[in-house]
C-alpha cells in the first residue's frame, strides 16, 4: 500500500506541473489576442488633424489695430489700411507697398504720427504741397496739436522754439492729445498759457 502511494505521487506532481504550463500558456495567448486587438482598434480609429489657419491669425492682427488711415496718391496700393495705435506716416507708406517713384516725399512728414480715420495722400513731385497730406479736412483754422510740426506750433502765442519742442516731445513719447487739456502736462504750459491756446488749437 505504500509502494502504491509513492509511485501516484510523481504522477499527481507532473499533472499538476502540466496544468500551471497549461494555464500560462493560455494566459499568454488571451494577453496577446487583448493586445493584438488594442492595436487594431487603435489603428483602425480617425486621427483628427486640426491645421492652423495662418491667414486668419494675421486678421486677428488687423483687427486689433487702433488706426484706420485712407491712404492714396502716389503710392503701389492706395486703400484702407488699419494700422497700430503708435504708427507713422512712413508705416502707412509701407502698409501701402511704398512710394512710387514720382512720390514727392520731402512734401510728407514721415515721421509724424498719424490719427484714427484720417486721409494721407502722398503727392507726385511738383504738385500743390498743401494737397501732401489731407489730414486737416475741417478747414477751421486751428492747429492741430496732434499734426503741428515745430513751425506751426511756434506760430502760436507764448509757444517758442524750447516749449513747440517739448510739445513734439511728449507727443512721441505718449502718443496722440486726446484734449487740448493734455496740453497741461507739457513742461512749461500751465492754466494761463492754456487759456490763450484754447480758441487756437483742437486734436
Known sequence: ????????????????????????????????????????????????????????????????????????????????????????????????????????????????????????IVPAVGADPTDAEGTDPVGDGLIDLNNADQAELETLPGIGPAIGQRIIDWRETNGRFASVDDLLAVSGIGEKLLAGLRDLVRV
Not at 9 to 27: M, N, Q
Not at 57 to 62: C, P, R, T
Request: no cysteine; proline share 5%.
Open 1 to 120: 500500500m505504500p509502494a502504491k502511494d509513492s509511485a501516484s505521487a510523481p504522477a499527481a506532481r507532473s499533472r499538476l506541473r502540466l496544468s500551471i504550463g497549461a494555464a500560462v500558456v493560455l494566459g499568454l495567448v488571451v494577453l496577446s489576442a487583448a493586445v493584438g486587438l488594442g492595436i487594431m482598434r487603435g489603428q483602425a480609429q480617425p486621427t483628427q488633424t486640426v491645421q492652423i489657419d495662418e491667414a486668419a491669425g494675421d486678421d486677428e492682427v488687423a483687427v486689433g489695430g487702433e488706426l484706420y488711415v485712407h491712404v492714396l496718391g502716389q503710392v503701389t496700393d492706395p486703400g484702407l489700411y488699419v494700422l497700430e495705435p503708435s504708427a507713422r506716416v512712413v508705416d502707412a507708406l509701407a502698409a501701402a507697398g511704398g512710394s512710387l517713384d514720382d512720390a514727392d516725399l520731402q512734401a510728407v512728414n514721415l515721421a509724424r504720427p498719424l490719427s484714427d480715420g484720417e486721409q494721407l
